[in-house]
């Protein structure tokens, strides 16, 4: 450990689907955030560590940007401002297979004051569609003070270019003494990191506004056997008592391949064999109750 000599925290920031947390897995080299074709599946600020010979960056995945008036919208943008705010270094990706537009704009806008310590991923140039002199012209003409050499083409899918951009990243960071041990790859909480992956099995599986209308509370979790194997039981909580069905699924198919499902990764991640215990309720309009919103978001703490 004497021989790191830089570190830093990354806020990774982007439009919502730019693939931040496949990026950010993969330069974790684990599972520390969810993925799904869902926009904005990230509610929270997730750290994933990095552990180099040079240095140790920590990326915190951030909410997709999005221009909306729903509250809990608005408290997704409030995560993201303040990781901006806070980290050390800004990892700003954009997506190579679509035209910037509006909400691209506003980004680069909300990113000229911090250029300096911003840095950029343009992601997806591994798809037939992926124009990285398009995005390359767009950060040229809206964020000027990000210089060329700053800007790398990405695929977080393939890992294409991404050591180009750790190394670009560590070049940029600051000297500093690691800011966690050697063995550790997220910081996160076994209730949280249960309850996402039960969340992104959900949300794969379900269609239309259901994904955005729950969430995920882990009420209890103890280990038995000899601690090895782990018991959690969890509620999928819905927005409308009418979801209720349409997550349990005709005979509860639905409910058990999300359990299941669930299980199979959480086995892979964690030390425990897991038994998960899971059902689904009802919270009443819980986007619209600023006390589920701040705990879902990490604003309450």
Not at 66 to 72: N, Q, Y
Not at 76 to 100: H, K, N, Q, T, W
Not at 211 to 216: G, I, T
Not at 231 to 241: G, K, P
Request: proline share 5%.
């Amino acid at each position: 450990m004497d021989s790191i000599k830089k570190a830093a925290f990354v806020a990774v920031v982007g439009r919502p689907s730019v693939g931040k947390s496949t990026l950010v897995n993969h330069l974790c080299g684990a599972k520390v955030a969810i993925v799904s074709a869902v926009p904005q599946t990230t509610r929270n600020a997730i750290r994933g560590i990095l552990h180099r010979a040079e240095g140790q960056l920590v990326f915190v995945d951030t909410p997709g940007r999005h221009e909306s008036t729903r509250k809990l919208n608005q408290k997704l943008m409030e995560v993201s401002d303040r990781s901006l705010e806070e980290a050390d270094l800004i990892l700003y990706g954009l997506d190579a297979s679509r035209p910037p537009g509006p909400e691209e704009t506003a980004i680069a806008q909300r990113l000229a004051p911090l250029v300096e310590r911003t840095i950029a991923a343009v992601n997806k140039i591994d798809l037939p569609q992926g124009d990285y002199e398009r995005s390359l012209a767009f950060l040229q003409q809206r964020l000027p003070g990000l210089v060329p050499a700053r800007c790398f083409p990405v695929s977080a899918l393939k890992g294409t270019g991404t050591a180009a951009l750790v190394s670009g990243l560590l070049a940029m960071a600051g000297e500093g003494t690691p800011f966690y041990p050697e063995e550790y790859y997220t910081d996160q909480e076994l209730p949280f990191r249960i309850a996402e992956i039960i969340r992104e099995k959900a949300i794969s599986r379900l269609r239309e506004e259901i994904p955005h209308a729950l969430y995920v509370e882990v009420a209890d979790a103890e280990l038995r056997d000899a601690g090895t194997r782990l018991w959690v039981r969890a509620f999928i909580i819905t927005e409308r008592e009418s979801q209720k069905g349409m997550v349990v699924g005709k005979g509860g198919v639905l409910i058990k391949a999300i359990r299941l499902a669930a299980q199979k990764d959480l086995n892979r991640i964690l030390d425990w064999k897991v038994e998960l215990d899971l059902r689904v309720k009802t919270a009443h309009d819980w986007r619209h109750n600023d006390r589920v919103l701040r705990r879902l978001t990490g604003l309450g703490r």
